[in-house]
């Protein structure tokens, strides 16, 4: 991503977009008309960028990590009244608070749609298209994740992995340590930007735009000093939903533009769970990242003659 000397942006290998004309000012059709070509180009590139003026206000993002940073402080037995029967190690719990609620509400109600508001703007489509399909709210999660600090043995926070949804909200906390591949197979570091959120594009959005905006692949380090905290809002479609790109972005006549052949989502998502029973290595992390390439079309309709091929 090229920065010029007057760009507030220029500290960071990412885009930091600021939301603020699409909630105060009337009119801003100019800046408005910047944020989404900025986040056209991040979803363009890698599929990463970060948001400010979003709509949360600073002290809910930090009573949200607060609360957070208590929960995981906590006793575990206090932690386990929480998860799934029956209760095991490593299930995930459901937190209570009503904190929790107040910032799910705020990802539901007034981040996810501006993005994806934006994200449909973005590729150009028809207004409210993405909305329109995505139009059944049950499907949402919020996650809150404690990272370890690094040991000699454990250096590894989550391997890299892109999202299997729309998109992912991030909130991460002062210490850092996501890194996102860039488009040109740099892993870059996400320095925390305070009150900030990230937003990864996933594989929906990659399969509904024609793979012309990418599923970012990201990883987190373990922190070297302390632990890290962050809570993760996925943006989701349901499992009968059909996912395929949309007819306004493939050209209608010619299904040759075609990228990706469609599919019940749910038949996606058990391909990904088979996929992660295969490769319980995590040095095949890699291997898992692409499930959704299955999908994926020839990129040229001529298929070269079989005498062609190497023996
Ligand atoms: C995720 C994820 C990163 C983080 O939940 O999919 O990538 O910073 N989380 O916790
Ligand atoms: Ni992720």
């Not at 801003?28 to 979003?54: P, Q, T, Y």
């Not at 609360?67 to 009244?81: H, I, M, Q, S, W």
């Not at 949309?246 to 989502?265: C, D, I, P, V, W």
């Not at 295969?278 to 079309?297: R, S």
Request: hydrophobic share 40%.
């Amino acid at each position: 991503m090229a920065h010029h000397a007057a760009d507030p942006n220029q500290d960071h290998d990412f885009e930091v977009i600021d939301l603020s004309p699409f909630f105060t000012t009337p009119g801003a059709a100019k800046e408005k008309e910047e944020a989404i070509r900025r986040i056209r180009e991040a979803c363009s590139d890698s599929g990463m960028f970060l948001i400010v003026n979003h709509g949360v206000p600073a002290e809910a993002l930090d009573e949200t990590l607060a609360v957070a940073r208590e929960f995981f402080a906590g006793p575990d037995e206090e932690k386990l009244k929480w998860s799934p029967r029956p209760p095991e190690p490593g299930a995930a719990a459901t937190m209570p608070m009503e904190v929790m609620e107040r910032t799910f509400e705020y990802f539901v109600k007034t981040v996810a749609p501006l993005i994806e508001t934006l994200i449909n703007d973005a590729l150009g489509l028809p207004p409210d298209l993405l909305r329109q399909y995505n139009s059944e709210r049950q499907w949402d999660v919020m996650l809150a994740y404690h990272y370890f600090k690094a040991t000699e043995t454990k250096k590894v926070g989550s391997h890299p992995h892109k999202d299997p949804n729309l998109f992912t909200v991030l909130l991460q906390d002062d210490v850092g340590g996501l890194e996102f591949l860039r488009g040109d197979g740099e892993w870059i570091p996400v320095s925390p930007v305070p009150h900030s959120l990230i937003v990864n594009v996933g594989d929906v959005v990659q399969v509904l735009s024609n793979g012309e905006f990418k599923s970012v692949a990201h990883r987190v380090v373990s922190p070297r000093e302390k632990d890290r905290y962050s809570l993760a809002f996925g943006y989701q479609i349901g499992g009968e939903k059909w996912v395929e790109p949309f007819a306004e972005l493939t050209g209608q006549s010619s299904k040759a533009m075609n990228r990706f052949q469609g599919f019940h989502y749910h038949e996606f998502l058990q391909l990904l769970g088979e996929n992660y029973k295969l490769h319980l290595d995590p040095n095949d992390a890699f291997a898992i990242m692409d499930v959704v390439n299955h999908y994926a079309l020839p990129a040229s309709p001529v298929n070269l003659p079989a005498a062609t091929a190497p023996n």
